[in-house]
């Protein structure tokens, strides 16, 4: 099995995610950090016996794999360098910024006849339940986001920050397209009400200016309801749906960006599909950024 080079482009929080993961895992050796920050870019490498650059050029060179954990606003840059550079991307959400964007970017890694990635690994999660590939669908979820103050991701909308996972969730359960999008709020509180083409509701709530953190959902079915705490995480079931309660303490539970990057890195190697692909990444910026343009944002 060929080793794959792998950089990560941003030294914050998830970068260091990231970063752990490519450097524990077998097949594939950590090769550089890019940071315009370098002091904390030189951290990070220093840590994991890699190279830290404030050049992107530098960085890309003879990379096979990158990772984007970097600000919103910046990825489709990135991304597209090292698309051009002929390396597969595991970009964190927001895949882009806008959908002409991920237009651009999609088409360019087809071109290339690389990979493209996006960090929807509460995917993970939800598969690990039970919830993903059902033959049931929801007649109504909904699903509240809460984050407390911080000075993260101040680029984007709570939209694309925190709301975007669950939109996410809701577009992979169902399958089904949105029709419908209704929602208010401000840069960093919105609530948004979304009905699906097959003639369910999605409502759903994001704030990073909560005084705590809360993530939870129900789902609803025709026999019963789902009730989710994420940050349990723990979920009560009525229906007779075949959901794992001890979803937690499976492998794919306990490790959801774990999992999420070995698919991605399965993927590159032509054995298997990312937990979510490009497209999936482009499917739920559209409606992220329906929700936005319904709320005024």
């Known amino acids: 099995m060929k080793e794959l080079r792998a950089g990560v482009a ?3 929080v998830f970068g260091g995610f990231h970063a752990r993961k490519y450097a524990s895992l077998d097949g594939v050796r950590l090769v550089s950090v890019y940071d315009p920050d370098a002091g904390r870019g030189a951290a990070l490498a220093s840590e994991l016996g890699a190279t830290a650059t404030t050049d992107l050029a530098t960085f890309l060179a003879g990379l ?8 919103g606003a910046t990825h489709y840059e990135i991304a597209l360098a090292a698309v051009a550079a002929g390396a597969s991307v595991y970009v964190e959400k927001p895949l882009t ?4 964007e991920a237009d651009r970017l999609l088409g360019a890694a087809a071109k290339a006849g690389v990979t493209v990635a996006c960090g929807h690994q509460e995917r993970v999660t939800f598969a690990a339940m039970g919830l993903l590939g059902l ?12 984050g407390t103050p ?9 939209v694309l920050d925190l709301m975007i996972h669950d939109l996410d969730l809701a577009l992979a359960m169902s399958g089904d397209e949105p029709v419908a999008v209704e929602a208010e709020g401000e840069f960093d509180r919105v609530r948004a009400e979304v009905t699906f083409s097959s003639g369910w509701t999605a409502v759903f709530e994001a704030s990073r200016i909560a005084e705590a ?11 019963g309801r789902v009730d989710i705490d994420f940050l349990a995480p723990s979920f009560v079931n009525t229906t007779p749906l075949p959901l794992n309660p001890d979803f937690a303490q499976t492998p794919d539970g306990r490790d959801p960006l774990g999992v999420s990057v070995a698919r991605f890195l399965a993927a590159v190697r032509g054995a298997g599909t990312p937990v979510a692909s490009g497209a999936d990444g482009a499917r739920a910026l559209d409606l ?7 709320a005024g944002l």
């Open 213 to 223: 953190r809360r993530r939870v959902m129900t789902v609803e079915f025709g026999d």
């Open 288 to 294: 992220a950024l329906a929700v936005e343009q319904a």
């Open 135 to 146: 033959a049931a669908r929801p007649i109504l979820l909904e699903s509240v986001r809460h």
């Open 10 to 12: 941003g030294a914050g």
């Open 64 to 71: 096979d794999v990158v990772t984007v954990a970097t600000p």
């Open 150 to 158: 911080n000075t993260r991701n101040r680029d984007i909308s709570c």
């Open 97 to 100: 910024y806008t959908l002409e």
